[in-house]
Structure formats: C-alpha cells, structure tokens
C-alpha cells in the first residue's frame, strides 16, 4: 500500500441545511473525492476549496497497491478533532469516525461521531453522535426497504430523553438531497413540544404545544403555495385567538373573542407595506368601521410609516360617516361626509370639504345622490374648520399596534387578464 500527506490550509466545511430539506452530511459528500498527486510519500499543497474539505489542516491517505483507490484516511482539522475514514473496495466511502480534541495530553480518543454508508458511498446506513459527556446526542438509521431515514437527537442526559426525531426521504434523482416529511420535538419532561408532518404536493401541518401538551398554534400549508393560515388559540386550546391567512394575492389576520366572534381583522390590499385596511366588530360581528392607511415615504430612502387615506364609521350595517384624506400627506383631511339617519342608500348626505391647508371650503347638502339642496363656500379667511360642524372622533383615525406577519407566500400582482 501507498500512503500520502496532504497539508491544506485552514478554513471551515459548508453545510447545507434547511428547514425542509438537508445535504447528507459532510462525509458522503466531500470525503470521496479524490485527492491529486502520485503514489509516493509526498507533501502536497492544494486549494482547499477545489480538493478537500476546507476546515482539515492535514490529511494522512493510505491506498491500496494500485496507488490510486483510498482504502484509509486520518484527516486532522483546523478545531482539534480528527476523524478516520474508511473505504469500501471500490473506493467509495464506508465508515467515518470524528473523535473529539484531546483534553489531555495522551487521554484515550473519545468518539464524537460514527457514520456508516452504503457501497454507494454516500447513503447512510447509520449515524451516531456523542456529547463530550459520553451520553448519546444523535442516532440516525437508514430503513432500506421503506427508503426513510429516522433521525432521533436526545438530551445530555444518561436516561437518553429524545428532544427531536425527524424523518426524512430521498427526493428522487437527487442522491444527496434529502426531504424531511415529519419531525417531533419533545420537552426534557417527554411531552411534544412540536409536531410536523407533510402531505402532497408540499403541504404540511405544524402545530405547537405548551408544557401541558395542549394545542397552542397551528400552521397549515394547503399545497405548494396555495393557501397557508397560521392559528394561535385561546387558553381554552380549542377557540382562536388570531388567525393569518395567506396567499399569493394577500394577507390578512383576524383576531378573535374568547367566545370566537371576531373583532378586528388587517388586511393588505397587495403585498404587507402596501395599503393596509383594518376593520372593527361588534359583539354580532357586525362592522362598526373600517380604516384605511396608505404608506408615506417622506424622502427617498427613508423609512415609511403609515397614514390614514379612507375611514368609514358603519351603522346599521351602512356607512353613517366617511373621512378622505388627501392622498400621500400626513392624516389631512380633504372630506368629511355626513350620511345622516338611515336608510342611507337613499343618497342624502353632507359633505364638507376642505384645502389643502386644512381650512374648510365648502359644504354641500343632498337630498338624492344627484340633488344638490345647498352649496356654502368660505374662504381661508373665514377661518372655518371642519370640526367647528361635526365631531371627528381620535379613534376613528389611530392605528392600534401590531405586528407584521411573516411572508410565507409572496404577493404576486394580477397579469394583464386579472389572474
């Protein structure tokens, strides 16, 4: 047999990890590939980012008689650890051991990671990590004939307490993509914590428990991108207390009584940051307004922030009251219009208008949507101002906080047809 040392700088192994889909680790991957030079004892300096992993700092490569196919390897790495491969007779990768950096000159190598593949060299055929306190941290297995890999990870705990088992499956063409189709996550106590599963087409279900083990948040993907809502729930477990909705045309959140009614929904006419509307309810669900805010950017690069454009107090399940505001200005209000009693859709109304200084203008009475009954008119010098006529009540115009939901399907404007 042919031994060569290879010395490369020191760097760092990307790995690829998403939340759901993984790159099978850093073994199968990176230590097949071959390593150049001939067949004698040599020091070779190589581009670690071409030839080998790049957080080994030296690699000991022992051949078999034809010089060329691996049949041993001891990598040294740039953070202390070593780790020993070992090949099948084709070459291809068999088992890796990863032991942990001595703590003491001479102590007896402790084992950090053991993983074992199949003669392909880089499907898993079982995956073990330690903590440095020797309890069990990880323990993956391969079921061959059902294709799914079970991960389990376990706290650092002698009674090997499992606090996360995942299950995944090869997506199909691609040897070293897998796709995670459930996972568990546990509480040190042994109750789930997490529990996530897929369906067809992309579509999974996450939902979230307390330490009790009940259901506090939902999450649902219908399919690919479709229509996903995410749910939080009362302390009952069972009523929501906040639900978003979401797809690629919008976003909108409603929140809910703890008798289940709504009271307040936000929405997004197009993507969160654009126009944003807010509805109140009553007890009935009946709807007592509705607020529009139109993003303001005072200069180019600066922030936005929100400013009322349209508010409509309702009764009786009409408009009583609108507020315009003039568009892109700070809360100025360009008309107040006055429905009077109901039935409103009879057209009678009152409008009172101002400029863009915010003196009071004009004031216009109809009798049908087309019958002007008065017209006044003021001039900035009359110093007439909208609320020396009707009250505009603050809560009409403030904006209650809140927070922005997350974009889990982005907004996509219609095309030219409306779709």
Same mark, same amino acid.
């Given at each position: ?8 700088? +020191? ?102 990671? %053991? ?96 330490? +009790? ?21 009362? +302390? ?12 690629? %045309? ?8 703890? +008798? ?59 408009? %009583? ?53 008065? %017209? ?44």
């Amino acid at each position: 047999m042919n031994r060569r040392i290879i010395w490369l700088g +020191a760097g760092g192994i990307a790995a690829l990890v998403a939340s759901a889909f993984f790159m099978v680790g850093n073994f199968g991957s990176d230590a097949n590939q071959l390593v150049v030079g001939d067949n004698l004892d040599v020091l070779v300096e190589m581009n670690p980012q071409v030839h080998l992993p790049v957080d080994e700092e030296l690699r000991n490569v022992t051949n078999s008689d034809d010089g060329i196919t691996p049949v041993k390897a001891v990598a040294e790495e740039a953070d202390g650890e070593t780790t020993v491969y070992s090949y099948w007779p084709s070459g291809k990768l068999m088992e890796a051991i990863t032991y942990f950096k001595s703590e003491a000159q001479g102590a007896e190598p402790q084992v950090r990671r %053991r993983a074992s593949f199949k003669q392909d060299g880089y499907t898993y055929l079982s995956d073990i990590e330690f903590y440095r306190s020797g309890n069990l941290r990880k323990q993956m297995s391969y079921d061959e004939g059902a294709g799914v890999a079970q991960v389990k990870y376990f706290f650092d705990d002698s009674g090997y307490k499992l606090e996360l088992a995942e299950a995944f499956v090869p997506v199909k063409n691609t040897p070293f993509i897998w796709q995670k189709t459930e996972y568990t996550k546990y509480y040190v106590s042994g109750v789930i914590a997490e529990a996530f599963t897929t369906g067809e087409y992309y579509a999974y279900t996450k939902k979230f428990f307390d330490t +009790a083990g009940l259901l506090v948040r939902q999450q649902i993907m219908k399919d690919w991108k479709g229509e996903y809502t995410d749910t939080i729930f009362h +302390a009952d477990h069972v009523t929501p207390k906040q639900v978003v909705w979401q797809n690629y %045309r919008g976003t909108n959140v409603k929140f809910y009584t703890t +008798a289940g009614k709504v009271y307040l929904q936000r929405g997004w006419y197009g993507a969160i940051g654009d126009m944003m509307y807010v509805r109140y309810f009553d007890a009935f669900e009946n709807q007592i307004l509705e607020q529009t805010f139109d993003p303001l950017q005072v200069s180019e690069g600066g922030p936005r922030r929100y400013v009322p454009y349209g508010i409509y107090v309702k009764e009786a399940g009409d408009t %009583r009251f609108s507020i315009q505001h003039f568009y892109k200005t700070d809360g100025l209000v360009q008309t107040f219009t006055d429905y009077g009693a109901p039935p409103y859709k009879l057209g009678r109304r009152t409008i009172y208008t101002n400029d863009k200084e915010g003196n009071l203008i004009l004031i216009e009475d109809y009798s049908a949507p087309k019958e002007l009954i008065s %017209r006044t008119e003021f001039t900035p010098a009359d110093k007439k101002k909208i609320t020396d006529f009707v009250e505009i009540k603050p809560e009409w115009l403030a904006m209650e906080p809140y927070e922005t939901p997350e974009v889990v399907i982005p907004y996509q404007p219609p095309g030219p047809g409306g779709y």
